[in-house]
């Protein structure tokens, strides 16, 4: 049997594009900007330096309101987010302490894929925040962590096959992007705090001014000495979470998206007046 087309809470408009890409290569300069900056600079070790682009906060906040601007973000789609945002804050702490134990990735992906990029990256980033005031990690690094949530679900309603591809194949597909998603979501944010970690041996340490190369190899070697026992254990997690839960909860979004009918032009009909007596 042939799926049919499949609801979009949000869809993309110009402004909305826009402000994305904008946000987005704002983003990438924000992580790679130390591996680029010179010896003299003075900033690559500077303890303000994560603060110049804690601007990303409201930079983020502005994709909410452009979207909103553009295609008219309605009441139904505002609900379904406050509710997916607080289900995925929510489960975020019910890995805490333990290394990896993220369930909140399967959800975005999931969410993701249903309901389309925009809808995706607006999520991610305001489950990432509501969760920070959850856990009480709000901090330096929380737009990037925002960011970079909200890359994963977008990345998630970019897959392909979202109006054809079901069942076992759909799950598959979402079950090796959410791994591939959980690594590098872990990969990118080293990106935010490594340049400024003092102390570490030479072998894994930034070193301003040095060939991109030689920094990179050094940024490797860091991930795999700290954070891949956080990473691959997530990506296992979301991997099981979606071979185990993805099809009723897919099915349960699917449901509720065409339940709200987002695609159904919205008419207002005249009242008429009724005889008295």
């Not at 130390?34 to 003075?42: E, F, R, V």
């Not at 998603?181 to 301003?208: D, E, K, R």
């Not at 030689?214 to 956080?230: E, F």
Request: proline share 6%; charged share 10%.
């Amino acid at each position: 049997m042939t799926a049919g087309r499949q609801a979009r809470a949000v869809r993309l408009g110009p402004r909305s594009v826009a402000a994305l890409v904008l946000v987005s290569a704002i983003g990438v300069m924000a992580f790679g900007w130390p591996l680029l900056a010179d010896s003299a600079s003075g900033l690559a070790h500077s303890k303000d330096a994560p603060w110049l682009f804690a601007a990303l906060l409201p930079m983020l906040l502005a994709v909410v309101l452009a979207t909103i601007a553009d295609v008219g973000l309605d009441a139904k789609a505002i609900a379904m987010l406050g509710v997916l945002a607080a289900a995925g804050a929510a489960l975020r702490p019910l890995g805490a302490g333990t290394a990896g134990v993220e369930p909140m990735f399967f959800l975005m992906v999931l969410a993701g894929r249903v309901l389309g990029p925009g809808f995706g990256f607006v999520l991610g980033s305001v489950a990432m925040f509501a969760s920070a005031l959850l856990t009480g990690g709000v901090g330096p690094w929380l737009p990037f962590q925002m960011l970079t949530m909200g890359w994963v679900s977008m990345g998630a309603g970019l897959l392909p096959g979202a109006d054809q591809l079901r069942g076992r194949r759909e799950l598959a597909l979402l079950a090796a992007y959410g791994a591939v998603s959980a690594v590098l979501y872990g990969l990118i944010m080293n990106l935010q705090g490594w340049p400024y970690l003092a102390g570490m041996a030479s072998g894994v340490s930034f070193v301003p001014g040095d060939p991109l190369d030689q920094n990179l190899a050094r940024y490797v070697a860091y991930c795999l000495a700290t954070s891949l026992g956080w990473d691959l254990p997530r990506a296992l997690v979301t991997v099981v979470l979606t071979g185990t839960l993805g099809g009723p909860v897919l099915k349960a979004l699917r449901r509720a998206t065409r339940r709200a009918a987002f695609d159904a032009p919205v008419s207002f009909e005249e009242s008429r007046p009724t005889a008295a007596g």
